[in-house]
């Protein structure tokens, strides 16, 4: 069976090789400065605590007491390289561990990883240092008593511990971000007038106190380089100044006899510096944070006050007769034709008030200065008006007006162009008048037809009933022989049918005028029956089957002579349009609490696009007139007309091809 081998996530063998490589340096640094040892076996400065706390900071949070281990191992060995005892060797390994992973829970508090990019974060890095020194001394001076050393305070410790964090954790944790754009001879001398001015003040021999000299070209280095830059700075400086001080050099080496004293002092120095310095560097840092975005936001805001479709505004009202235009896109200098002018300079130029243009105040003022009034005479200091400005154009004016001080004020204004609108407003009103126009043409004229059909259906009545009559009395009366009883016949048949057509007419004038219907009820049933036995010669003579299935009696409330005209109109177009051996079916139903009467023929049918047309008033289909069945084209309006003042609904359905359906459905009897 072969052997099963699990490898590491590349991510985790990175962390590890990065922890394990910054603890070999600690490992170096820490067996190298341990030379640099007074009597009580303390050295005057300790690098390797902020490698140290490097390496656990290079792992996952989760990971960090692990790490912390780690550098126990790691320092104890350090020291033991140093010749010093395992048992001070072990007591200053844990002092070490304990406080880099303190460090390195304080940085990391809150976040991801442990960056110095702001002024809190300076503050942040000066209280871990300080109270992880601190804990150092403490576990620190607690081992050197436990081994034979004597007590001469934490003060060695303390100090060494706490500048290695300032000067050395900056040069991981600070910002890349580069100052502004300076001269180029600026960033070669001021690099070159900090060395000189370090070597001078620490070189061998010097001893006047000159120690703040530095300072001034570490301040003029923020304004040039990046916080990552200073941190090498001043870790150079650090070392520098350490190292000359420790070989008896500068001006601190006279500060007491002991051999910690003078380095002491320096430590002291490089966290004052180290504090100062980063203080200066991220505070420039925010400040360009800050600035960038602010000038993005005003990039985005200018851009859209020029690019805008509406025009913007923007003045500074000095007094009532002192208004001074700050801003003012295109779009606004277009509208107000000119009174006030287009203003987009450069945001990053300085613009004195009296430099910007002043706003003209005509007398009379112009409806934009005129209403620059009312808005200061508004309670809110807000004013709308609308106005034409002197090329016919239609515009909207918004102010808002926000006091300054004593007689001060920003007033925006926002110019609306809205010609397009009140154009299209006053089409739609003379679109509107004429379509009441039209209306009301088509209903007068409506109405001139409806009376024109009822004058001469009444006119024709009269002369229809008189033919009726002495038809009558002629075959009651003389003796005729049957071709005279032919002609006869013909006369009474087409008199009947113009009576028929007359009594259309007059129906339909009656239904346009009558908004109410008779009240009344009709057996549904009853009605069928009585049509189609009226209708039954017709339909036997045209060869077509009239067929009514058995139902009970269906009570509609509707008037009986309207029902009968309607089964009538419907039965007889129905028999007229189906060929021979065909069939007509009337039938009657219950649904959804309406009376419903069918009348199915299976005939040539209507085309689809003409449903809705064979209603209309002497609408004749393209069926009929192929086929010639005779017809006024007015007895399915007539229909319409009379389910309609009935309260009920009519409609037609048909394949334009086999068979056509008249659907009527009427309200049922309440009881």
Request: aromatic letters at 6%; one cysteine or more; hydrophobic letters at 50%.
């Amino acid at each position: 069976m072969l052997p099963v081998t699990t490898r590491l996530p590349r991510s985790v063998q990175a962390t590890v090789i990065l922890h394990l490589a910054l603890m070999s340096l600690a490992l170096v640094l820490g067996s190298g400065t341990a030379a640099f040892t007074g009597s009580n076996l303390i050295s005057v400065w300790w690098p390797a605590i902020a490698v140290c706390t490097l390496a656990v900071m290079a792992v996952p949070r989760r990971w960090f007491l692990v790490a912390g281990g780690s550098v126990l191992v790691w320092m104890t060995v350090a020291n033991m390289l140093a010749d010093r005892p395992f048992g001070l060797s072990f007591g200053y390994g844990l002092a070490n561990a304990v406080e880099a992973v303190l460090v390195s829970f304080l940085l990391t508090y809150g976040r991801r990883r442990a960056r110095l990019e702001r002024r809190r974060d300076v503050l942040t890095l000066l209280g871990a240092a300080g109270l992880g020194a601190a804990i150092a001394t403490v576990i620190a001076s607690v081992t050197l008593l436990a081994n034979g050393g004597s007590y001469v305070g934490g003060t060695p410790v303390l100090t060494s511990h706490a500048s290695a964090l300032l000067t050395i954790l900056p040069l991981a944790l600070t910002s890349t971000r580069s100052a502004e754009r300076s001269p180029r001879w600026q960033l070669v001398a001021q690099p070159i007038a900090l060395t000189t001015t370090v070597l001078f003040v620490f070189w061998p021999g010097h001893t006047l106190p000159l120690a703040f000299l530095p300072m001034p070209f570490l301040v003029w280095g923020t304004l040039l380089y990046s916080s990552r830059a200073m941190a090498v700075q001043l870790a150079a400086v650090a070392i520098t100044v350490t190292s000359l001080t420790a070989a008896g050099h500068g001006p601190f080496a006279a500060v007491t006899a002991d051999a910690l004293g003078p380095v002491q002092a320096v430590q002291i120095f490089l966290i004052t510096y180290a504090a100062s310095i980063f203080a200066f560097a991220t505070g420039r840092d925010e400040r360009q944070v800050i600035a960038a975005r602010l000038a993005e936001r005003e990039q985005v805001l200018r851009g859209g006050l020029i690019d805008a479709q509406i025009g913007l505004v923007i003045m500074h009202e000095v007094s009532p007769t002192e208004i001074r235009v700050v801003e003012a896109n295109v779009r606004a200098a277009e509208l107000l034709a000119g009174e006030v002018p287009a203003i987009s300079d450069d945001p990053s130029a300085e613009v004195l008030d009296e430099d910007l243009p002043l706003l003209e105040i005509p007398d009379p003022p112009t409806p934009f200065v005129a209403a620059l009034v009312a808005a200061r005479l508004s309670p809110l200091g807000e004013w709308y008006d609308e106005f034409e400005t002197p090329d016919q154009r239609q515009v909207e004016l918004f102010l808002t007006r926000v006091p300054r001080g004593p007689g001060e004020a920003f007033v925006t204004a926002q110019v609306v162009d809205v010609t397009q609108r009140h154009l299209a407003d006053a089409a739609m009103q003379r679109a509107l008048s004429d379509e009441r126009a039209a209306a009301a043409r088509l209903r007068e004229v409506n109405r001139q037809k409806d009376d024109f059909l009822s004058s001469v259906s009444h006119e024709l009545r009269t002369p229809i009933t008189s033919i009726l009559g002495y038809v009558e009395l002629i075959e009651d009366e003389t003796e005729l022989d049957d071709e005279q009883r032919a002609y006869l016949a013909v006369v009474e048949r087409n008199a009947r049918r113009l009576g028929v057509l007359v009594e259309d007419l007059l129906d339909l004038g009656a239904g346009a005028a009558r908004n109410e219907r008779d009240s009344g009820t009709t057996d549904l049933r009853d009605a069928v029956q009585q049509t189609c036995q009226e209708l039954l010669p017709v339909a036997t003579a045209r060869g077509v089957r009239l067929e009514v299935p058995a139902v009970p009696p269906l009570l509609a409330s509707a008037a009986r002579a309207d029902v009968g005209r309607i089964l009538t109109n419907l039965m007889t177009n129905a028999i007229k349009f189906t060929p021979a051996d065909g069939s007509v079916t009337i039938t009657t139903a219950l649904q959804d609490d309406h009376a419903v009467l069918t009348v199915t023929d299976t005939g040539s049918g209507i085309a689809p696009d003409e449903l809705e047309q064979v209603f209309g008033r002497f609408y004749r289909s393209a069926a009929a007139e192929e086929s010639s069945v005779p017809g006024t084209g007015l007895g399915l309006a007539l229909v319409r007309s009379l389910v309609e003042r009935n309260g009920g609904a009519i409609a037609l359905d048909s394949d334009g091809a086999s068979y056509t359906t008249a659907t009527v459905r009427l309200p049922l009897v309440r009881h």
